[in-house]
């Protein structure tokens, strides 16, 4: 006969057993379906399409380097970048015979031999400032984060070489044939789903002329320029130029220079040898008169140069014009210690960035010269690395040897504290070579699509406020080229 008490124990274990197994099997189910949510999370991310198309969907991933930093390249005909390169012999009528030579290293140009040894091996190339458009694209080719899913693009990329394809018709008199290609890239832009997110308002270009190439306010055949900043559709866009108009959606970048380092090194070592370099020159002037120009500084600021036993003086034009040989013009910058940058036939120059990757200290005698164009990469606090001489009126304000003046009256403290400052500005005014990439260092490109993307973002934080994105962002603003903001 069974021992009640052993039959009572056992069916107590077998209790136990089923219950156990029941608990894991339920506890297994929970797990697996977590994990498969999790999965599915990370392999397809759920994106409501009736959401706010503003934002930009998360791949959750916390490590991700380009998070808020991708950018999407706009797929456009090739009539309106490449093509273009092909008639290269046609490009820029008026300022040089053929820019085919320039077209080299990806619109470096060709690398320049330094027999005397002012300039560093193998990263100083003969650039012409109109590439610059050609060089951007170059760079951006080889982007960090680049992205072919516009969805997940802090900022679009619309690679139109402006100004090169303005240069073909600037002399045209018939104003439809100046102004079709803006119009046709606008019309091909518009259609595109990338558009209708934020209408073009995250659409930025790069142009190698200055802004005020592209902004004709008339329909008149004498006008100079294209219409192409003022049709409807590019007034949503932005445009980075070498010189910004005074509307609020054009943004002035470095002119581009020679020096187009490839490896870090290659800057610290330049920058260490204009630390050490002897500056005989107290001041240099590197340009050409303007006789056609009214009340034009350039006059004055030669007189003055070439009065005084202090400054250098190199004629632009003259017959044999020193400032085309790269060699010529870093050999005098880098023996000087101040180098004038009055305005020309537009408010800057290249030769500002040329000076300051010599460690010489600029000398500006108007705010949009510098001061009101290029935020994104000098400091706010313009005497860090720069003098001003503000000249409202050439005849009161610029009184003889006036300038030699103002530069002896700055202590060598100062005069050490500034060279300092503008070596340092080097990396931010350089384009590295786009066949390759800076590793710790920010250059001209980087710094203008870190200042394209706070651009945008900045609209997007206006939409999401529920207010109208289109208040300021295509203004004029009638103050950014007077003195009334840079007077202390």
């Known amino acids: 006969m069974e021992n009640p008490v052993s039959r009572k124990w056992s069916q107590e274990m077998w209790f136990a057993i089923i219950t156990c197994v029941a608990l894991f099997f339920v506890m297994s189910c929970f797990d697996y379906s977590t994990l498969m949510a999790a999965d599915k999370r990370v392999i397809a991310p759920s994106v409501n399409k009736q959401e706010n198309p503003l934002v930009i969907p998360s791949t959750e991933t916390v490590s991700d380097p ?91 990329f619309v690679p139109f070489y402006a100004g090169l394809d303005v240069s073909l018709r600037l002399w045209d008199s018939n104003i439809s044939k100046r102004d079709s290609s803006a119009r046709d890239l606008l019309q091909c832009l518009s259609k595109k789903p990338e558009w209708k997110k934020m209408w073009g308002r995250d659409h930025f270009m790069v142009a190698g002329r ?91 600021v030669i007189d003055q140069c070439q009065t005084s036993k202090s400054c250098k003086f190199i004629d632009c034009g003259s017959a044999e014009n020193s400032c085309s040989k790269p060699v010529s013009v870093m050999r005098v910058f880098q023996s000087s210690i101040y180098c004038l940058q009055p305005p020309g036939d537009s408010y800057t120059r290249r030769s500002i960035f040329d000076s300051i990757l010599a460690g010489c200290i600029p000398v500006f005698f108007h705010p949009g010269t510098a001061y009101s164009q290029y935020k994104w990469h000098f400091p706010k606090n313009h005497t ?53 990439r800076l590793e710790t ?10 200042g394209m993307i706070e651009r945008v973002e900045e609209v997007r934080r206006v939409i999401k406020d529920g207010k109208d994105p289109s208040v300021g962002f295509a203004e004029e603003d009638s103050y950014k080229y007077t003195f009334s903001h840079y007077l202390e």
């Open 441 to 450: 260092l920010e250059d001209a490109f980087d710094l203008s699509v870190k």
């Open 210 to 300: 200055i802004s005020w190439d592209f902004r004709r306010q008339t329909d008149n055949t004498t006008d100079w320029g294209s219409k192409l900043r003022f049709l409807p559709e590019s007034m949503n866009m932005s445009m980075l130029s070498v010189e910004a108009s005074s509307w609020r959606n054009d943004y002035a970048i470095p002119y581009p220079t020679y020096f187009h380092p490839s490896k870090d090194s290659m800057v610290f070592e330049w920058q260490s040898r204009m630390k050490s370099r002897p500056r005989p020159h107290l001041f240099t002037f590197a340009g050409a008169p303007r006789p056609d120009l009214t009340n034009s500084i350039r006059a004055k």
């Open 384 to 436: 860090k690395y720069s003098v001003y001489i503000p000249v409202r009126d050439v005849m009161k304000d610029l009184k003889e040897g006036g300038i030699e003046q103002v530069l002896l009256a700055i202590s060598k403290d100062e005069e050490m504290s500034m060279r300092e400052e503008v070596i340092r500005l080097i990396p931010n005014i350089v384009y590295g070579d786009p066949r390759s």
């Open 66 to 156: 380009c998070a808020g930093r991708y950018i999407y390249i706009q797929d456009l005909p090739s009539r309106f970048n490449s093509d273009l390169l092909k008639n290269c012999r046609l490009l820029t009528r008026g300022t040089e015979n053929s820019m085919c030579p320039y077209i080299e290293n990806q619109g470096l140009g060709p690398l320049i031999e330094d027999y005397e040894g002012f300039l560093s091996n193998n990263s100083w190339f003969n650039t012409n400032q109109f590439m610059l458009e050609v060089i951007f694209h170059n760079k951006m080719m080889h982007y960090r984060c680049l992205t072919k899913n516009s969805s997940m693009a802090s900022a679009i």
